[in-house]
């Protein structure tokens, strides 16, 4: 059983950049870890994702550029990096984890955090 926990979250102002993490209670060196957001009144949308293994990653043109996701499997954790933001990135953010990066695609996840509230506003 992994546990994850998001943290990094917070109040930011439009063009401001964040880091959230992604902590693992188990080690999860050979599977993938993906981001989601959920802004208010709409669907979760996926932020890309990460192989635990070699860091290869996938991101949706909607956040090429912007957000970048880097891991350290020292310590079992996935980072989600973010650059001028903006207010419609506003939301709460999830990290999730997978087999494979195949799986996320797939939109099997095994397992999810309990998200971390991201708001921008100035």
């Known amino acids: 059983q992994v546990q994850l926990e998001e943290s990094g979250g917070g109040l930011v102002q439009p063009g401001d950049s964040l880091r959230l993490s992604c902590t693992a209670s188990?080690?999860?060196?050979?599977?993938?870890m993906a981001w989601f957001r959920q802004a208010p009144g709409k669907e979760r949308e996926g932020l890309g994702s990460i192989s635990m293994n070699d860091g290869v990653t996938e991101y949706p043109d909607s956040v090429k550029g912007r957000f970048t996701i880097t891991r350290d499997n020292t310590i079992h954790t996935a980072y989600l990096h973010m650059t001028n933001l903006k207010p419609e990135d506003t939301g709460v953010y999830y990290c999730?984890?997978?087999?494979?990066?195949?799986?996320?695609?797939?939109?099997?996840?095994?397992?999810w955090g309990q998200g971390t509230q991201v708001t921008v506003a100035s």
């Open positions: 999730a984890a997978a087999p494979s990066q195949r799986h996320i695609s797939l939109g099997v996840l095994d397992y």
């Open positions: 188990g080690a999860i060196s050979r599977g993938a």
